[in-house]
């Protein structure tokens, strides 16, 4: 079992029993521990670094109820936490706790140049600590299952995402169980009520039968399972098409080299400067193979397949037609899960 998905409910593994076997990748390039996304030592800081008392906390996730409930009743540094949240009554629904309109307004305005970097924008449950997450075994499918960076670039990142979707899609079913089962408060009852509700909701997930699993996996579901599968699938077959062109999300120096993003501004590499000559060439028809034979002539710099394949898993370059292309955010048509919310 992945170490990201530890420690979820037990009703949650006999709904997905595929978990066991998803042979889902560490992320070892997103090394929280040092957090990747700050300066490394003797480095100055950048503008692409995040800041170091957010991190990429820079978020409020949407805790389904029973969740919440969860997170409340370990009576640790995280219940304190939800507590403290909860006294704005403002996001706290039937279905859990979601971000006050104040902070989404915010975070969608900002998203660009704050998500990482916004003081504002910490999440009400992160705390100074090192590692930092105080409702860590309680955190929802998107704070499991989310990178800066990825091992094998977009592809993979595509493929985390859909086990994100598969989870909260599950977060929101178990979340609408319980709302059905047990009476929600009114909007007037005051935060105990509606902490001890909360609670509640995390028994009944605690009570849920395994029998009743295959009746809790929906059709919908069913569908997010398999994309989920494709999108694994997918990773170790990605193919560098011969004729690609540049999809560059942004450039910015780094000391003598340059560094670029495709796919992620978050997720990307250092390179020689010489590396526009190759791109130049990249016209829609000329082969990559003959524009790095180009780049060679003029500046000595060489583009072999391994790094072309590295500045395709980037999306730093892709297929000329977004169609063909199967690892475009846009094929993948990402779902609208938490409009259900
Ligand atoms: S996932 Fe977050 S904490 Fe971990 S390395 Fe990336 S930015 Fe840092
Ligand atoms: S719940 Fe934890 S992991 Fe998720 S954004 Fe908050 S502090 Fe970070």
Same mark, same amino acid.
């Given at each position: 079992?992945? =170490?990201?998905?530890?420690?979820?409910?037990?009703?949650?593994?006999?709904?997905?029993?595929?978990?066991?076997?998803?042979?889902?990748?560490?992320?070892?390039?997103?090394? #929280?521990?040092? #957090?990747?996304?700050?300066?490394?030592?003797?480095?100055?800081?950048?503008?692409?670094?995040?800041?170091?008392?957010?991190?990429?906390?820079? %978020?409020?996730?949407?805790?389904?109820?029973?969740?919440?409930?969860? /997170?409340?009743?370990?009576?640790? /540094?995280?219940?304190?936490?939800?507590?403290?949240?909860?006294?704005?009554?403002?996001?706290?629904?039937?279905?859990?706790?979601?971000?006050?309109?104040?902070?989404?307004?915010?975070?969608?305005?900002?998203?660009?140049?704050?998500?990482?970097?916004?003081?504002?924008?910490?999440?009400? +449950?992160?705390?100074?600590?090192?590692? =930092? #997450?105080?409702?860590?075994?309680?955190?929802?499918?998107?704070?499991?299952?989310?990178?800066?960076?990825? *091992?094998?670039?977009?592809?993979?990142?595509?493929?985390?995402?859909? &086990?994100?979707?598969?989870?909260?899609?599950?977060?929101?079913?178990?979340?609408?169980?319980?709302? $059905?089962?047990?009476?929600?408060?009114?909007?007037?009852?005051?935060?105990?009520?509606?902490?001890?509700?909360?609670?509640?909701?995390?028994? &009944?997930?605690?009570?849920?039968?395994? &029998?009743?699993?295959?009746?809790?996996? *929906?059709?919908?579901?069913? !569908?997010?399972?398999?994309?989920?599968?494709?999108?694994?699938?997918?990773?170790? $077959?990605?193919?560098?098409?011969?004729?690609?062109?540049?999809?560059?999300?942004?450039?910015?120096?780094?000391?003598?080299?340059?560094?670029?993003?495709?796919? =992620?501004?978050?997720?990307?590499?250092?390179?020689?400067?010489?590396?526009?000559? +190759?791109?130049? %060439?990249?016209?829609?028809? !000329?082969?990559?193979?003959?524009?790095?034979?180009?780049? +060679?002539?003029?500046?000595?710099?060489? &583009?072999?397949?391994? @790094? /072309?394949? %590295?500045?395709?898993?980037?999306?730093?370059?892709? $297929?000329?037609?977004?169609?063909?292309?199967?690892?475009?955010?846009?094929?993948?048509?990402? @779902?609208?899960?938490?409009?259900?919310?």
């Amino acid at each position: 079992m992945h =170490s990201q998905l530890q420690g979820l409910p037990d009703i949650v593994y006999a709904m997905l029993p595929e978990l066991e076997s998803w042979d889902l990748p560490e992320e070892t390039l997103a090394d #929280c521990a040092r #957090c990747a996304m700050r300066p490394r030592a003797g480095e100055a800081e950048r503008p692409w670094h995040f800041n170091e008392r957010t991190k990429c906390c820079t %978020h409020h996730p949407q805790l389904a109820n029973y969740l919440v409930g969860r /997170a409340l009743r370990r009576n640790d /540094a995280g219940s304190e936490r939800i507590r403290e949240r909860m006294k704005n009554p403002e996001g706290r629904t039937r279905l859990g706790l979601q971000p006050p309109t104040s902070y989404q307004t915010r975070y969608e305005a900002t998203r660009a140049s704050g998500f990482g970097r916004d003081d504002a924008l910490i999440c009400p +449950f992160r705390s100074q600590a090192p590692l =930092s #997450c105080s409702i860590w075994q309680d955190r929802n499918s998107t704070c499991r299952t989310w990178f800066c960076k990825s *091992s094998k670039g977009l592809p993979q990142k595509l493929s985390w995402t859909a &086990v994100r979707d598969v989870l909260a899609r599950v977060e929101l079913d178990l979340a609408n169980h319980c709302a $059905a089962k047990v009476s929600p408060p009114s909007e007037a009852d005051t935060s105990a009520v509606w902490q001890a509700w909360f609670v509640r909701c995390a028994t &009944v997930v605690d009570d849920i039968s395994p &029998v009743a699993a295959p009746i809790l996996r *929906s059709d919908r579901l069913n !569908m997010l399972i398999d994309r989920a599968a494709d999108q694994r699938r997918a990773v170790n $077959a990605t193919a560098l098409p011969d004729v690609v062109v540049p999809s560059v999300g942004s450039v910015f120096p780094d000391g003598e080299q340059i560094r670029l993003t495709g796919y =992620s501004p978050y997720d990307g590499t250092t390179l020689s400067p010489h590396i526009f000559s +190759f791109l130049s %060439h990249l016209d829609g028809t !000329m082969t990559w193979q003959d524009a790095a034979q180009c780049c +060679f002539a003029a500046t000595g710099f060489s &583009v072999d397949r391994t @790094l /072309a394949t %590295h500045l395709f898993t980037l999306r730093i370059i892709r $297929a000329p037609q977004l169609n063909d292309d199967p690892y475009s955010p846009e094929a993948a048509s990402p @779902l609208e899960l938490f409009s259900d919310w």
